[in-house]
């Protein structure tokens, strides 16, 4: 592979870049990076002008749904719905059948990665905390790690005993990998189908209260500050008083960090008004309070990371009663768009820091080497294009499942093309 | 003057002018109730399916009545005789029926949104019969009709629902209903059984029946069920009677009448003592009459728009 990427703007928090250049790529390395290079005609000439070249993005909390679940989603349909909404990796969920609490799950999981989509996105699993994710034992992170595993999650259920949870940040601080928490106190969200308010109220629908969601994190917060050394991510925060704490829990530089998915910074529960399926997701959205306090969570930092949460589910599992529906939608192609439409072109975040949001932050928090764009270093890119419009289509989604709440939406800005592992795919 | 919509979904969103439409409607037919014959034409050849999914005597028996009045062929289901026990989900057996060449469907479902969903799955007019505890939208009008035939307008008449206003749709589309049509609407119940925010709705949250008595002209009083207090949500029938059960005594000492309804089943002297159900301001007969009027008008105000 020889590509000349010509005229782009360079976005490279890891070194700090944010300025137009060329990027010679040889054989999935960066040959030469600078100002108006010139290569031999062997180069293949990609014309960038007015679009960004970024560290590839990477989704640290995606819903592969294989093993177990292939009818909704494949590694393969995953993956190309990856690649297609901008991403170079990928994180999957241990919420599998059976779960990814085992060695042998974690490796048929990566394997799996690097057959399908020639390989190009990368599938880290994040493995189970407990055995089963039932919340009892310690699965063996040791062994998961060996097998690839990035960080550890019950996630789809909260690891809900305190007790198991300083167990699972201790044990998992040995590997300076995170427990990641799906922050929920169960007791309290039983039945409960959309975030309780007044717009609950007036639908008369059973309600999943803010306070659930915060109590869990307070409790976490107290056990991080408790256990040296642990580290702790929060996945889809969703409240205003769960970003408040976060922000305090950072200031007093306690090992936090925390995820946001774009539904949650772009809808709030007036959607459910419509009874539409497509809106009902765990955790619930919230109100324009919760959004608003989100943005400013991004804005200052406090929010590290945007993950998408992608959780797809068929048509017949989703066209049924409100109530009886499962939660969660697709999100991998139109995160990319959401996130500029909603934050960029409104000021909330630059094109910098959606950068460190989708790159930098979360393959930190994992501990995957950076992507740094320099001579020498892989060349492992997603481009964009900041400013397109265009519609959501989901007929033409690449995932197995079609359950969004985004189709016909006009979004700005999406990815045009991905590099990885000297390959190259464009959109 | 139409409805907007072809369905009945919901209270919430209408206008007035709809609202009257419907009551207006349902005087005439409820005259008819009256006459020795009582089958009027305008659904011939119409074919109505009641789909009940959650069990109900009276609501499914008013709609059977109703429609058969306006000369409607029927079909009702219920759910122990149904498809939905072998695991069919509700938009196949929608579409089924559907596919035997219905006009109407009317739904009664615990899930909210239910009726919602099976307008956007059939092409039949839908008319929700309860779903979940969102809305009940026909118990809301026959209670409008109800109190507008006994007080001649519902404009500033104050009204207060009385009880579980989390989980009642009768609670809702009363809300709903009687807040367009500029009545004045109160909630009293336990704090555990009112929802979060409903002051949003216009209306005023009172904890003592004492402090509501007062000011009321009228209680709708909701059915009590005893598994929200395995729920945790209340600590007994008993003291529930003590504190929130209307009684003669405790609206004697209003000194004025105050006209008693109840949406029915009633847990006699639990949320509603036996003298008062059956005392001379009670209403809730007629309510049960009223309510056979009001589905033959939606019935026929939706039907007459194919």
Sequence with gaps: ?427 | MKLQSRHLLGLEGMSKEELTLILDTAVSFREILDRPIKKVPPLQGKTVVNLFFESSTRTRISFELAERRLSADVVSFATAASSVSKGETLKDTARNIEAMKIDMVVIRHSAPGAAHFLSRVVDANVINAGDGGHEHPTQGLLDMFTLREKFGSLEGLRVCLVGDISHSRVARSNIYGLRTMGAEVSVCGPKTLIPRDIERLGVRVYHRLEDIIPHVDAFNVLRIQLERQKSGLFPSLREYHRFFGLTKERIDRAGRPITIMHPGPINRDVELSADLADGEHSVILQQVTNGVAIRMAVLYLLGASN
Excluded at chain 1, 318 to 344: C, H, N, R
């Design chain 1, 1 to 427: 592979m020889k590509l000349h990427l010509k005229g782009g703007r360079i976005i490279d928090p890891v070194s700090g870049k944010d300025e137009m250049m060329d990027v010679l790529v040889l054989d999935g390395r960066i040959e030469k990076l600078g100002t108006s290079l010139t290569a031999d005609p062997s180069f293949t000439v990609l014309d960038l002008k007015n679009k960004i070249v970024a560290p590839g993005f990477i989704d640290m909390h995606v819903h592969l749904r294989e093993p177990g679940y292939e009818h909704k989603e494949t590694i393969e349909s995953g993956c190309a719905a990856a690649a297609a909404g901008g991403f170079t990796a990928v994180c999957c969920m241990p919420n599998t059948n059976p779960a990814i609490d085992e060695e042998s799950v974690a490796r048929y999981v990566r394997e799996k990665g690097r057959q399908v989509c020639d390989g190009i996105v990368d599938v880290y699993p994040i493995a189970a905390a407990t055995k089963g994710r039932q919340g009892e034992e310690l699965a063996p992170m040791a062994e998961l790690v060996e097998a690839g595993a990035v960080g550890f999650s019950d996630d789809g259920s909260p690891i809900a005993s305190a007790e198991m949870m300083r167990r699972a940040l201790e044990y998992a601080s040995m590997f300076h990998l995170p427990i990641i928490q799906h922050a929920e106190e169960p007791t309290m969200t039983k039945g409960g189908c959309m975030n309780e308010g007044f717009t609950s109220t007036r639908l008369g629908m059973p309600g999943i209260p803010a306070v659930a969601e915060e109590l869990m994190i307070a409790r976490d917060l107290l056990l991080l500050r408790y256990v040296r050394h642990a580290r702790y991510h929060v996945a889809h925060i969703s409240t205003r008083g769960s970003v408040e704490m976060v922000r305090t829990a950072k200031r007093e530089d306690l090992p936090v960090t925390c995820e946001v998915t774009p539904h949650h910074f772009t809808l709030t529960d007036e959607a459910v008004s419509s009874f539409d399926t497509n809106t009902k997701m765990n955790p619930p959205l919230r109100t324009r309070e919760d959004v608003d306090a989100i943005k400013e969570g991004l804005r200052d930092a406090t929010i590290d990371v945007i993950a998408t949460d992608h959780a797809p589910h068929t048509i017949d599992e989703k066209e049924v009663e409100y109530t009886q529906a499962p939660f969660g939608i697709i999100g991998l192609e139109t995160a990319i768009g959401l996130s500029i439409t909603e934050l960029v072109q409104t000021n909330v975040l630059m094109l910098y820091q959606l950068v460190e949001k989708f790159s930098t932050n979360p393959r930190k928090i994992l501990s995957l080497p950076a992507i740094k764009i320099a001579e020498g270093e892989r060349a492992n890119f997603t481009l964009i294009d900041p400013e397109v419009r265009w519609q959501v289509d989901v007929a033409r989604s690449r995932s197995k499942s079609r359950n969004t709440p985004f189709h016909g939406r006009q979004l700005r800005g999406k990815a045009i093309g991905i590099i990885n592992k000297g390959k190259y795919v464009l959109f």
